[in-house]
């Protein structure tokens, strides 16, 4: 009785200096449950209006959970908005303006060949058509110079034009910015802000974790390397406190490229090894894995 208890009394306290317990001999791995995090940070200056999480909850992809004050940024927008429309009302329509001389050029033509039919029957004298010439030229060139003028007054009203339409956009991505959204599909670790608060730009907020997919974060020795390949299947069991613990199945999803030194709280198959290889082995997170488990890993 007094063994069961010391030995239930040297587990705890193995887990309380964070390290594996000897369960880790039974396995080619020890590690400890982790999941990708996210740091959601402001992307704008001013005041929180609203921060409407709390620690725990579950966000989905772009769920808006608060935003930053934007009165300033949504009135300088409004004000580009009416220069813009303004700058709209100088552009010219350059076919109506020009109506009145189109009709007078065609009556012109019009003439020109009515003399001309009259000047066959000698009924007109070939000054009069030589008139009616020298006139369609003239406000041919006219015409010409005029619609000229209007499309170079329309190209400036043009880029004057896209240039409001760049601030205004600037300004569209601004308040698009003080909304405060979920970057991925997960659950609130941490809350670093409350609502009220005044932030700049890369405060942090809060912090997420996609739980669904967790992984152990094991390390292998050099001849442990030997045995396994990206893409293999594991069998994880976790330390649970429990008798049976446990026992997920896992995929080996990344081994890290260079060697390191093996980590103080992490014991290996082979303790003499010095230099160990960091891999990742994913999970199925049933809402029994949490962060910071430890994890046993047996090779298949």
Request: with cysteine; proline share 1%.
């Amino acid at each position: 009785m007094k063994k069961q208890i010391f030995y239930v009394a040297t587990a705890a306290a193995l887990l309380a200096l964070g390290s594996c317990t000897d369960r880790s001999r039974e396995f080619d791995a020890c590690g400890q449950i982790e999941a990708t995090e996210v740091v959601v940070s402001a992307e704008a200056n001013g005041r929180i209006i609203a921060l409407q999480l709390t620690e725990g909850d579950k966000l989905t992809t772009d769920e808006v959970v608060g935003v930053i004050d934007s009165v300033q940024t949504y009135l300088q927008k409004e004000e580009l908005v009416r220069k813009r429309s303004n700058t709209q009302t100088k552009w010219v329509d350059i076919d109506r303006q020009l109506a009145s001389q189109y009709a007078q050029l065609n009556k012109l033509k019009s003439d020109r060949e009515r003399y001309q039919a009259l000047e066959a029957k000698d009924a007109a004298t070939r000054k009069q058509v030589d008139d009616l010439v020298s006139q369609i030229a003239v406000t041919e060139r006219e015409i010409a110079a005029q619609r000229q003028n209007y499309e170079r007054n329309n190209a400036g009203i043009r880029e004057e034009l896209a240039l409001y339409d760049v601030q205004i956009a600037e300004k569209d991505d601004q308040l698009s910015k003080c909304r405060i959204v979920a970057p991925i599909d997960g659950t609130v670790l941490t809350k670093f802000a409350e609502a009220g608060e005044l932030v700049t730009s890369g405060k942090s907020l809060f912090k997420l974790a996609d739980l669904k997919q967790v992984y152990v974060r094991a390390y292998l020795t050099t001849a442990q390397l030997a045995e396994v390949k990206l893409g293999d299947t594991v069998r994880v069991t976790i330390e649970d406190g429990t008798d049976k613990p446990r026992t997920y199945e896992g995929r080996l999803v990344w081994i890290a490229d260079e060697a390191e030194f093996t980590p103080k709280n992490i014991q290996t198959k082979d303790e003499r090894a010095d230099l160990v290889y960091a891999a990742k082995i994913a999970l199925d997170n049933d809402g029994y894995l949490k962060l910071g488990m430890y994890a046993y890993v047996r090779f298949q």
